[in-house]
């Protein structure tokens, strides 16, 4: 499989025969893996694989903290990259509670008595629910028009709660995106669909690959940077 990792990171060869691979956390140019250049590309990518928990950490100190959503009323949510208040609309009796996007805010139509919960159950849920529902709608309809244009079909594509990467594309052309990506601004979610989609035609990072992304999205270096500065946010 093929993916869009959580980090991105640039490896930098080395003259020397001895030495070892090194990884080192640079405020702005973000990860970066020195090593000597005759270690293999896939035995880096190990190496970077298995020291991924410490680079997550490490990332996270130099970016924004997650905090947790307590899903009250006027919280903000962010949808593809807006940030929309909560407004609940109690109901007198229990009905299917429903989410609506109107008026520069995120309604939803709920019993009086789940405002009551303070676990905030059948809100969490609900909300979970409309986001899947809309983003996978959303999602798809940027697969379609960018598969489209390169002229690429792919089988399904799934919507998943994934940590480790933004998108994938499976050798049976399928493809996965994490559902973290519904809140990410619509440039941001249209190059990581770019990139599975071209990852239909090249599976691999080729600079072929690269030139085929960069025609879709001239500027998808900002955007890959969006994610791993910003990745924080992010929280479905
Ligand atoms: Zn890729």
């Known amino acids: 499989m093929v993916g869009v990792s959580q980090f991105e990171y640039q490896i930098t060869r080395t003259k020397r025969v001895g030495g070892s691979t ?4 640079h405020p702005e140019k973000g990860v970066i893996v020195r090593a000597p250049f005759w270690v293999p590309i896939p035995m880096i990518r190990k190496f970077v694989e298995d020291k991924s928990t410490w680079i997550l950490k490490h990332l996270s100190k130099v970016k924004p903290e997650i905090i947790p959503k307590k899903f009250l009323e006027g919280e903000e949510h ?3 990259g807006q940030p929309y208040p909560l407004v609940f609309n109690p109901l007198p009796n229990v009905e299917r509670t429903s989410v609506d996007l109107k008026d520069g805010a995120i309604h939803i139509n709920v ?6 919960d303070e676990n905030r159950q059948e809100i969490k849920d609900s909300l979970l629910r409309w986001y899947l529902e809309t983003g996978i709608s959303t999602i798809t309809e940027k697969v379609n ?5 390169i002229g690429v079909s792919y089988t399904r594509i799934d919507i ?8 994938s594309c499976s050798p049976g052309n399928r ?3 994490n559902r973290k990506l519904i809140m990410a601004p619509h440039e941001v979610v249209d190059y990581v669909v770019i990139h599975e989609v071209c990852h239909l035609v090249h599976r691999n990072h080729s600079s072929r690959f690269w030139g ?3 025609g879709l999205d001239p500027r998808y270096k900002e955007h890959r940077r969006w994610l791993y500065r910003n990745h924080g946010l992010l929280s479905i």
């Not at 090194?22 to 956390?25: D, G, L, Y």
């Not at 028009?145 to 244009?149: A, D, H, I």
């Open 145 to 149: 028009y960018f598969s489209g244009k």
């Open 78 to 80: 962010l949808f593809f």
């Open 111 to 116: 019993y009086q008595g789940h405002l009551e």
């Open 212 to 214: 085929l992304v960069a």
């Open 160 to 167: 998943k709660k994934v940590s480790s990467i933004w998108g």
């Open 175 to 177: 493809l996965c995106f």
């Open 22 to 25: 090194t990884i080192r956390i």
